[in-house]
């Protein structure tokens, strides 16, 4: 048995870098689904199709457990594939996101005013909000979409010039709004992570999510000895894309350092 990594393109790789770092001895299959990135502009119900084919692939690739390592499909298809795809084929299978170990991360923390930038599907479905509001019912949360990141961060003419201006034009609001943390709710911004703090300053904490899921998952498996145990551990990973044809392989080199 397998861990499947899932994202709508190569963002997740960030995710699974942190997971071969602190967890490098279990076997992996990333599929990234970088014909159809991104995500973020399209309707929930066209991105509750596309995970679960990705659910599908997965499964026939042996992973009886699978990481949404992308925030858009985890805000607007996680809880429908865990309460009606799974129930229905498969029964056996255990499928999490990154929503959940980001949120529990600011709780630990007890941050009051946070600020939460991602996809417009991610912000538009206010799934942080919701999560965050139940551990942190009296916490300040500000939300921005940042549609322009992605496609900024998968080019390879990128240049700090035109970056300057679209973090300037995302995040000014949240700097004078005094956050505590901001949380990067899609696994691209990683890649920008310095670029982020360097604006924001030294009193913003910058969270981002390859290493909190690694540790979560880590948790997750400790208290579930039953299908830890039954992970293949022969250190192998492969990496599958529907679009084999792009130039991956020069972003998964970006993604994966």
């Not at 805000?75 to 865990?82: D, K, M, N």
């Not at 004078?176 to 691209?188: G, M, Q």
């Amino acid at each position: 048995m397998n861990i499947g990594v899932f994202d709508s393109g190569l963002g997740g790789l960030t995710i699974l870098k942190a997971l071969l770092k602190e967890l490098p001895e279990y076997n992996y299959i990333y599929l990234g689904d970088n014909a159809r990135v991104p995500y973020g502009n399209r309707s929930a119900e066209t991105i509750y199709e596309f995970t679960k084919q990705a659910v599908d692939f997965l499964v026939k690739k042996n992973c009886r457990l699978i990481i949404i390592a992308c925030n858009t499909s985890t805000a607007t298809s996680l809880r429908r594939v865990q309460r009606e795809y799974l129930p229905k084929f498969y029964p056996e299978i255990k499928v999490l996101g990154v929503i959940k170990p980001a949120v529990e991360k600011l709780f630990e923390r007890k941050f009051a005013r946070i600020g939460v930038i991602g996809t417009r599907a991610t912000i538009n479905s206010k799934a942080y909000v919701k999560e965050i509001k139940k551990l942190l019912p009296n916490s300040i949360i500000y939300q921005q979409a940042c549609p322009l990141l992605v496609p900024y961060i998968e080019d390879s003419g990128r240049n700090k010039k035109t970056l300057d201006s679209i973090l300037d034009e995302y995040l000014s609001s949240l700097k004078k709004r005094n956050i505590d943390a901001l949380l990067l709710a899609c696994t691209h911004y990683e890649i920008i992570a310095n670029e982020i703090k360097s604006y924001m300053g030294a009193k913003t904490n910058v969270l981002t999510e390859g290493i909190i899921v690694a540790e979560k998952l880590k948790d997750y498996l400790d208290r579930h000895p039953e299908i830890e145990k039954k992970i293949d551990k022969q250190k192998k990973v492969e990496y599958h894309f529907t679009d084999a044809n792009s130039d991956y392989k020069k972003l998964k080199e970006l993604f994966l350092g």
